[in-house]
Structures are given as structure tokens and as C-alpha cells.
């Protein structure tokens, strides 16, 4: 079966510093990859999509960037955090073949002081 | 394009009925519908894929107008371990890729 696995699980970090999330799918092949940011009490806001190795492609516009270095694993990075950064962070995947369902992992929960 | 979610927040006691309704103003392909419980991921109820489709997860069930661009969630003789936040997520093709935009979502909580 598949597995969704992100790390850290919470991280406080201060403003101006750099980040790096991780996000890993086992059990599965050439996933569609996502990445979404949650705020409080808020929606879920689409920030990187990928459809493969090096393939990126960018929902918002902000400081944040992503990356694909193997098929099966995605960063969320960062140079300089926000204030704004602050939210939950959610890694999903869904099936190239079947397409439909987005499967999410755990999260992590950032905060930025 | 985000999809519009009524109502925003509905608090129901054990065993009472609800629909939380979606509505988009794109042509959509399929709608998805999740929960999430407080600090969790959303975790998948269901998907529906046909216009008029209707499916149901044990007491859940939701039914898919396409031509309406209308989705509505049905829980029927709530529980307790219904309550969470529920979002629909409207699907379409765009630049050849399925792509998913969620509502902002429908708190429910159920009392006993």
C-alpha cells in the first residue's frame, strides 16, 4: 500500500532563515506530486504541483520554491521565511494513470516568529 | 475559481441530518470531498465523476450535478466522529492536467 510521509512535524523558525521540508511517497511510481499551505482556520491553498522528475510548476508567486530530485521525493524550500509563511504544510499524491484522488500526508506545522 | 462552500459552519446533535452544498463557476470534471479533523491532514471521503452521480460512504453520501456545476454532501444520522471541517475540492483540465481547487470549507461539529 502507500505511504505519504513529511518531516519535520512542527518547526518554529525566525524570521529571514532559510527552510527546507521534505516530503516522500512510498509504495508507488511516478506520482503526481503536491505541495499545499493551509493558514488557521482557513482553506487549501495549491502552491507546487509536479508531474515528474525536475518538473515543476508554480501556483502562487511568493518566496517559496520547490523541487523534485527523485520520483518519488519533494522539497519545499525556502531562502528567507516570512511572517505570512506561517501556516500547515501539506504534501499529496495522487495516481498518473488514475488521476482523481489526492491522498495527503501529515503535515507540518510551521510557525515563523 | 475557487468553489463556494455553504453553509460555513453548521453545529448539529447526534443523529440529525445536513448537506453541505459546493458550488463552482467553472465546467467541472469531477468533484472530491474530504474531511479533516482538527490538526490532521484531510483524509478522502469520496469522488464523483459523472453528472447526477451519487455515491455513499457508510452514512455519507453526496450526489454531482455537472450541468448545475453543483456538488452536495448528505450525512444522515450524524455521529460524533463526523465532526471535522469538510472540503470539496472541484476538479478540470487545464494546459492538459487535472487540477484540483478546494472551497474553503464547511465546519461541522456534532454535540451529543
Known amino acids: 500500500s502507500q505511504t505519504i510521509h513529511q518531516w519535520p512535524a512542527t518547526l518554529v523558525q525566525p524570521v529571514g532563515s532559510p527552510l527546507s521540508l521534505e516530503c516522500t511517497v512510498e509504495?508507488?511510481?511516478?506520482?503526481?506530486l503536491y505541495w499545499y499551505r493551509q493558514a488557521a482556520g482557513r482553506g487549501l491553498q495549491l502552491l507546487f504541483y509536479?508531474?515528474?522528475?525536475?518538473?515543476i510548476s508554480s501556483e502562487v508567486p511568493q518566496n517559496l520554491s520547490a523541487s523534485r530530485p527523485q520520483d518519488r521525493q519533494f522539497i519545499l524550500s525556502s531562502k528567507k521565511l516570512l511572517l505570512s509563511d506561517s501556516g500547515f504544510y501539506l504534501c499529496?499524491?495522487?495516481?498518473?494513470?488514475?488521476?482523481?484522488?489526492?491522498?495527503f500526508g501529515p503535515g507540518t506545522r510551521l510557525l515563523v516568529l | 475559481q475557487q468553489p463556494v462552500q455553504s453553509p460555513q459552519a453548521v453545529i448539529l446533535r447526534e443523529g440529525e441530518d445536513a448537506v453541505i452544498n459546493c458550488s463552482s463557476s467553472?465546467?467541472?470534471?469531477?468533484v472530491h470531498w474530504y474531511r479533516q479533523k482538527h490538526g490532521e491532514a484531510p483524509v478522502f471521503l469520496m469522488i464523483?465523476?459523472?453528472?447526477?452521480e451519487q455515491k455513499g460512504h457508510e452514512k455519507i453520501s453526496a450526489s454531482f450535478n455537472e450541468k448545475k456545476q453543483q456538488s452536495s454532501l448528505y450525512l444522515t444520522a450524524s455521529q460524533l466522529s463526523y465532526s471535522g471541517t469538510y472540503f470539496c475540492?472541484?476538479?478540470?483540465?487545464?494546459?492538459?492536467?487535472?487540477?484540483?481547487?478546494f472551497g474553503t470549507g464547511t465546519k461541522l461539529q456534532v454535540i451529543p
Open positions: 499529496a499524491w495522487s495516481d498518473q494513470v488514475e488521476g482523481e484522488t489526492q491522498y
Open positions: 509504495g508507488t511510481s511516478n506520482p503526481n
Open positions: 509536479s508531474v515528474g522528475i525536475g518538473q
Open positions: 467553472k465546467a467541472l470534471y469531477s
Open positions: 464523483l465523476l459523472k453528472g447526477g
Open positions: 475540492g472541484t476538479a478540470f483540465f487545464s494546459g492538459g492536467y487535472q487540477k484540483v481547487t
